[in-house]
């Protein structure tokens, strides 16, 4: 079976650090990606890990185990425009299709 | 190249008419994918192709629906005989497939209203 789990909702304040958290399980996988979608707009790649390890871009940052079928989001210096939904995803094996899970909403509060 | 666009944004139809969809990826993308996504929910996979060739299909893709992509550029997805649950956020997304480049690029989707 396939199924990708994070938590629904998160809130923050503006300055501070947040993790999101992803844990998933796929019959075949190929990497893990990290989406951003604001309400009602398209999805926006924030990173993709396919190696055990942290990869950090600015002030996003994502952590791979591949052992514990777990990822992180990590999100620095948090701005009022980071609001919006955080969308973990697996490469299926094929490399095709991506499997997501039901985003994580993140509220950021001045 | 101002990245992947559909059209139409929105659609509003009745129950039961065909609609059909369209979706141009980036100019050197060889790779489109259609997903379906609604509200608190993240997209989920429909189809996948590779140039002109469809080679995966979600079992979520029923009868009603077909995908097609004659000229390995642009894409149109229909939905014949729409039903009430089919009204979701189509999304289209386009990817170059060398090397390990597995991101997707997507585009703003079209809104479907069944009604």
């Known amino acids: 079976g396939q199924n990708i789990d994070q938590p629904t909702e998160m809130t923050a304040t503006e300055g501070a650090i947040v993790q999101i958290n992803c844990t998933y399980q796929?019959?075949?996988?190929?990497?893990l990606f990290w989406y951003q979608q604001h309400a009602g707009e398209a999805p926006t790649f924030l990173s993709y890990?396919?190696?055990?390890g942290l990869e950090e871009k600015g002030r996003f940052s994502s952590f791979l185990s591949r052992s514990k079928g777990y990822s992180y989001l990590l999100l620095k210096e948090l701005q009022m425009k980071d609001s919006a939904s955080y969308l973990c995803?697996?490469?299926?094996?094929?490399?095709?299709?991506?499997?997501f899970g039901k985003g994580t909403t993140l509220s950021v509060s001045s | 190249d101002t990245g992947v666009s559909q059209n139409p944004r929105h659609k509003i139809t009745k129950r039961g008419q065909n609609v059909t969809f369209r979706c141009d990826p980036i100019?050197?993308?060889?790779?489109l994918y259609w997903y379906r996504q609604t509200l608190g929910q993240g997209p989920e996979f429909l189809t996948y192709?590779?140039?002109?060739?469809?080679?995966?299909k979600s079992r979520l893709l029923s009868d009603r629906f077909s995908a097609e992509r004659p000229k390995g550029s642009f894409s149109t997805l229909e939905i014949q005989r729409t039903e009430q649950g089919d009204s979701a956020m189509y999304l289209c997304?386009?990817?170059f497939g060398g090397g390990n480049s597995y991101e997707q690029y997507f585009g703003p989707g079209t809104r479907l209203t069944v009604t």
């Open positions: 997304a386009s990817s």
């Open positions: 796929t019959s075949g996988f190929n990497g």
């Open positions: 890990n396919v190696l055990d």
């Open positions: 995803a697996a490469g299926n094996q094929a490399g095709t299709a991506l499997i």
């Open positions: 100019s050197e993308h060889n790779r």
């Open positions: 192709f590779q140039n002109e060739a469809q080679l995966e």
